[in-house]
């Protein structure tokens, strides 16, 4: 499957934790900028309409530890539409060589409106999955 984004970033020495290598909860930061840069690049000002994304889920496989020096890419992927929400698969590898894999998983997002209730996807989501 082909990503529909990818956004490298470098590791920051802040982000080891005692044990020398990235700590986990760090690894949902990373999805979490990489979505961020992808919603950005999708539609500007996304996030001031009348409904946004919100997560539902989120899985993460940690494959391989993390650990400093090191620059990232996250790819995402489309791999599964609802009405009202979108699974959004993320793989986290390192940026000097795609074969090696530190993460992957998914994340469940579903869009509400200010008054908290769900809507349908927008239809720059919804085409993705055609």
Known sequence: MNPIFSHTMDVRWREMDALGHVNNAQYLSYVEETRVQWFNSLQNGWQEGNAAPIVAAIHVDFRKPIVWPEQITVSLFAEKRGSKSATIGHRIHSAGDASVIYA???????????????????????????
Do not use: K, S
Request: overall charge negative.
């Open 104 to 130: 992957e998983g998914y994340t469940v997002l579903v869009w509400i409106d200010r008054a908290g209730q769900t809507v349908a996807l927008p239809d720059y989501i919804a085409a993705l999955f055609i």
